[in-house]
């Protein structure tokens, strides 16, 4: 199947759906927003990384907040920033590099993240890419990404998993944990109160209805 230039969805939908589906929800279906200090950090960061111009260094040459898509996908969005290193066949071989203000997440909504910005670049250039890295700000660090087929496959089934969700125009219900208390969406989701809401009225179905 191929996506029209309209159905295409947001590369950053996959990495919302990863970390929370009510998140994705609010944001793509509902478009809500709210910053907290961490997502305001998080958007200067990649402003900066996305101001930055076309560097050449020898035989590495690297673009900033390169445009993407795929129609085979149906994903549009854009690259923080990809290094092309130069092969002995003269080719250009690119390395995706996505910036984060935190530290790796226990999850892998960041490594599919940018595995979906690795597929356009694929369906893009012709190409097959190995590998890329996530950079991290609060560690400073590099983490190296590896393009295997499990992180491929994983990506390939949250695009569609998250196109459903955004096309069916429902919210899912929240199921609170601790990762809520750093979302900045907390206040507008209410996972606490929404999901007490819910245990009372079940309680009362429950005792309307027993015999």
């Known amino acids: 199947m191929v996506f029209t230039e309209e159905e295409l ?4 939908a996959l990495a ?9 929800a609010l944001i793509h279906i509902e478009q809500l927003w709210s910053e907290n200090l961490f997502t305001a950090k998080g958007q200067i960061m990649h402003e900066r990384v ?13 673009e900033y907040g390169i445009p993407l898509r795929s129609l085979a996908l149906g994903l549009i969005g854009k690259a923080d920033m990809v290094e092309f290193y130069c092969q002995e066949d003269g080719n250009w ?9 935190g530290k790796p997440k226990l999850d892998d909504s960041d490594k599919i993240q940018l595995c979906a910005q690795t597929l356009c670049i694929e369906e893009m250039l012709g190409i097959h890419i190995e590998k890329g890295a996530i950079f991290y700000g609060r560690t400073k660090r590099r983490q190296v990404i590896d393009f295997d087929s499990s992180l ?14 955004i096309i069916s125009g429902r919210t899912p219900l929240p199921v609170y944990s601790k990762r809520c208390d750093r979302c900045s969406l907390i ?13 009372v009225k079940g309680y009362l179905f429950r005792m309307m209805n027993e015999p």
């Open 9 to 12: 969805i947001p590369i950053s």
């Open 16 to 24: 919302h759906f990863s970390y929370c589906k009510r998140r994705c």
């Open 50 to 62: 996305h101001d930055e111009k076309r560097e050449s260094r020898g035989k590495v040459r690297v």
């Open 93 to 101: 071989m690119p390395y995706p590099v996505e910036y984060k203000l």
């Open 152 to 165: 491929r496959f994983d990506t390939i089934e949250v695009a569609s998993k998250t196109r459903e969700l």
């Open 187 to 199: 206040e507008l989701c209410l996972p606490k109160v929404m999901q007490k809401k819910r245990t």
